[in-house]
Nanobody, 123 residues
């Protein structure tokens, strides 16, 4: 059974930083692209960042490019999202997900999801 467990969310002031972690188990982690998505109240789940199996390719939403960095440690079966220069509009529940083998941009491209971790940025 595949499990993804996020951690690292919290409350931070605008301009601050947080690092999210996602620990994976139950799947050959190194085979799959991993992604981060977020969902704010009343909004659809949106793509934030993705990283290919080796970590050699990364992809970002325009809204976070230059502020967020996705990385992975395959030895630890963990993917990270370093978030800097946080803004109030980054407030959302953040989810990590494991890609099903196609594209990386849409939620339907992923078949396993974590439970989410809340990130709140105060102004």
């Amino acid at each position: 059974q595949v499990q993804l467990v996020e951690s690292g969310g919290g409350l931070v002031q605008a301009g601050g930083s947080l690092r999210l972690s996602c620990a994976a188990s139950g799947r050959t982690f190194t085979t799959y692209t991993m992604g981060w998505f977020r969902q704010a109240p009343g909004k659809e789940r949106e793509f934030v960042a993705a990283i290919n199996w080796s970590g050699g390719r990364t992809f970002y939403a325009d809204s976070v490019k230059g502020r967020f960095t996705i990385s992975r440690d395959n030895a630890k079966n963990t993917v990270y999202l370093q978030m800097n220069s946080l803004k109030p509009e980054d407030t959302a529940v953040y989810y990590c997900a494991s890609d099903r083998g196609g594209s990386y941009y849409y939620p339907n491209d992923y078949d396993y999801w974590g439970q989410g971790t809340q990130v709140t940025v105060s102004s």
